[in-house]
C-alpha cells in the first residue's frame, strides 16, 4: 500500500463503491466524496434527534445493544476516539478499544489479521484511524459481510464523520448552505478535514469555499473540489464569510519542516484574529475541529468568544457518530439471529 495519488484516485472510486449497499443504504463510511445529499441531510437530521441541552441527561438508546463496536487507532486522538466511544456506550453497545501500543500490529501482525482476528470475535463495527491512504476502504474490502468500517481519519485524505459534525453546526447556526461563505484557513495541503468538510459543503450547495494557506502548504491540483478557491490573503479570504475554521499545521505529515513559515511567521500572517472578524459577515461563526493551537492559527480570546462554536462541534461530534453507527447498523440487521 502506498500514500500516492494514483493509489488515492483508485482508493476514491472504490470508497465510493463500497460505501453503500444494494438498496443506496449507508453500508460503511468512507468518505464524503459523492456521499449524496439525501444521506448527507438523513444523518444530520437523526443526529438532532441525539442532541439534548448541556446540564440534561445525554440521549441514550437501545440501538445498539447485543452489538460490539471496536476502535483501531494508528494515529493519535482525543475527540474522536472517545465521542466514537460515547456514541456506542449511549446507544447500548460493547465497546473495545483496542491499544495500539500494545496491539499485534507492533509486533508484526498484518493489518488484515488484526482486522480477522476482530471479525472472529463478532466485532460489528470497525472504526479505523490511520496516516496511510487506503486503509478503511482496503479493510471494508476484505472484512466480512457482517461487518461495517467507519473511517475516523485517513491520512490527508478523508475524516467524514469530522465534516458531518460541522455541517451539523453550521446548520445549526446557518439554516441555508445555498447562501453559504466559508472560509477555511491553515495547512489545506495535509488537511483531511478541510478535504472531507469542503466536499460536503459543495454536496449541500454551498456556492463559495475559500480555501487559504500560506504558499508553501498550497494543495495539489485536483485533490480537492474544483469548486473551492485558493488564496493565500486572509483579509480577502475572510471578507463577508459565514463560516470561519482555522486548521492546525500538520508538521506529522510534513517532511520538511523548514519549508513552512516560522510559528510567529505564521500568528502573524495565517493566525485568525479578533480583529479580523468585522471583515467576516456580522453573525459570522469561527470554528475548529480541534486540537486547536491558541496563538498559533486562533487568537485564544477568539476562540472563547461568542463567535466561537468549537464546544457545540464536540458536542455534535458525540450526535452525528450517533447516527452514523444507527445507521450501519441497520444495514447490517439481517444478522439479528447472529
Ligand atoms: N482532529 C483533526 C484530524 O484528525 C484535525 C487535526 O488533527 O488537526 O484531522
Same mark, same amino acid.
Given at each position: 500500500?502506498?500514500?500516492?495519488?494514483?493509489?488515492?484516485?483508485?482508493?476514491?472510486?472504490?470508497?465510493?463503491?463500497?460505501?453503500?449497499?444494494?438498496?443506496?443504504?449507508?453500508?460503511?463510511?468512507?468518505?464524503?466524496?459523492?456521499?449524496?445529499?439525501?444521506?448527507?441531510?438523513?444523518?444530520?437530521?437523526?443526529?438532532?434527534?441525539?442532541?439534548?441541552?448541556?446540564?440534561?441527561?445525554?440521549?441514550?438508546?437501545?440501538?445498539?445493544?447485543?452489538?460490539?463496536?471496536?476502535?483501531?487507532?494508528?494515529?493519535?486522538?482525543?475527540?474522536?476516539?472517545?465521542?466514537?466511544?460515547?456514541?456506542?456506550?449511549?446507544?447500548?453497545?460493547?465497546?473495545?478499544?483496542?491499544?495500539?501500543?500494545?496491539?499485534?500490529?507492533?509486533?508484526?501482525?498484518?493489518?488484515?489479521?488484526?482486522?480477522?482476528?476482530?471479525?472472529?470475535?463478532?466485532?460489528?463495527?470497525?472504526?479505523?484511524?490511520?496516516?496511510?491512504?487506503?486503509?478503511?476502504?482496503?479493510?471494508?474490502?476484505?472484512?466480512?459481510?457482517?461487518?461495517?468500517?467507519?473511517?475516523?481519519?485517513?491520512?490527508?485524505?478523508?475524516?467524514?464523520?469530522?465534516?458531518?459534525?460541522?455541517?451539523?453546526?453550521?446548520?445549526?447556526?446557518?439554516?441555508?448552505?445555498?447562501?453559504?461563505?466559508?472560509?477555511?484557513?491553515?495547512?489545506? *495541503?495535509? $488537511?483531511?478535514?478541510?478535504?472531507?468538510?469542503?466536499? &460536503?459543503? +459543495?454536496?449541500?450547495?454551498? =456556492?463559495?469555499? !475559500?480555501? /487559504?494557506?500560506?504558499?508553501?502548504?498550497?494543495?495539489?491540483?485536483?485533490?480537492?473540489?474544483?469548486?473551492?478557491?485558493?488564496?493565500?490573503?486572509?483579509?480577502?479570504?475572510?471578507?463577508?464569510?459565514?463560516?470561519?475554521?482555522?486548521?492546525?499545521?500538520?508538521?506529522?505529515?510534513?517532511?520538511?519542516?523548514?519549508?513552512?513559515?516560522?510559528?510567529?511567521?505564521?500568528?502573524?500572517?495565517?493566525?485568525? *484574529?479578533? $480583529?479580523?472578524?468585522?471583515?467576516?459577515?456580522?453573525? &459570522?461563526? +469561527?470554528?475548529?475541529?480541534? =486540537?486547536?493551537? !491558541?496563538? /498559533?492559527?486562533?487568537?485564544?480570546?477568539?476562540?472563547?468568544?461568542?463567535?466561537?462554536?468549537?464546544?457545540?462541534?464536540?458536542?455534535?461530534?458525540?450526535?452525528?457518530?450517533?447516527?452514523?453507527?444507527?445507521?450501519?447498523?441497520?444495514?447490517?440487521?439481517?444478522?439479528?439471529?447472529?
Amino acid at each position: 500500500m502506498s500514500g500516492t495519488r494514483s493509489f488515492l484516485i483508485a482508493s476514491t472510486a472504490e470508497q465510493t463503491d463500497l460505501q453503500l449497499d444494494s438498496q443506496g443504504n449507508l453500508r460503511h463510511l468512507l468518505t464524503m466524496h459523492n456521499l449524496e445529499q439525501q444521506h448527507i441531510t438523513m444523518l444530520l437530521d437523526k443526529a438532532e434527534t441525539y442532541l439534548s441541552d448541556i446540564g440534561k441527561k445525554p440521549v441514550r438508546s437501545t440501538t445498539l445493544q447485543g452489538r460490539t463496536v471496536a476502535s483501531l487507532f494508528f494515529e493519535p486522538s482525543t475527540r474522536t476516539r472517545t465521542s466514537f466511544e460515547l456514541a456506542a456506550h449511549r446507544l447500548g453497545a460493547d465497546f473495545l478499544n483496542l491499544n495500539v501500543n500494545t496491539s499485534s500490529r507492533r509486533k508484526g501482525e498484518s493489518l488484515l489479521d488484526t482486522v480477522y482476528t476482530l471479525q472472529a470475535m463478532q466485532v460489528d463495527v470497525l472504526i479505523v484511524r490511520d496516516a496511510q491512504t487506503g486503509v478503511p476502504a482496503y479493510i471494508a474490502n476484505h472484512a466480512n459481510e457482517f461487518i461495517s468500517v467507519l473511517n475516523a481519519g485517513e491520512s490527508t485524505i478523508a475524516h467524514p464523520t469530522q465534516a458531518l459534525l460541522d455541517l451539523l453546526t453550521i446548520r445549526q447556526q446557518k439554516k441555508d448552505f445555498e447562501k453559504l461563505t466559508v472560509a477555511i484557513i491553515g495547512d489545506i *495541503k495535509h $488537511s483531511r478535514v478541510a478535504r472531507s468538510t469542503s466536499e &460536503a459543503l +459543495v454536496t449541500m450547495g454551498a =456556492p463559495d469555499i !475559500r480555501l /487559504i494557506c500560506p504558499e508553501s502548504l498550497t494543495p495539489e491540483k485536483g485533490t480537492l473540489p474544483s469548486q473551492a478557491k485558493i488564496l493565500h490573503n486572509v483579509r480577502d479570504g475572510i471578507s463577508n464569510a459565514d463560516v470561519i475554521m482555522p486548521l492546525r499545521i500538520q508538521r506529522e505529515r510534513i517532511e520538511n519542516l523548514a519549508d513552512i513559515p516560522t510559528v510567529d511567521q505564521y500568528y502573524a500572517n495565517y493566525g485568525l *484574529k479578533s $480583529s479580523h472578524m468585522s471583515l467576516a459577515a456580522p453573525d &459570522a461563526i +469561527v470554528m475548529h475541529p480541534g =486540537p486547536m493551537n !491558541r496563538g /498559533i492559527e486562533i487568537e485564544s480570546k477568539l476562540a472563547d468568544s461568542a463567535a466561537s462554536v468549537i464546544q457545540e462541534q464536540v458536542k455534535n461530534g458525540v450526535a452525528v457518530r450517533m447516527a452514523v453507527l444507527a445507521a450501519v447498523i441497520k444495514s447490517l440487521n439481517y444478522k439479528d439471529s447472529k
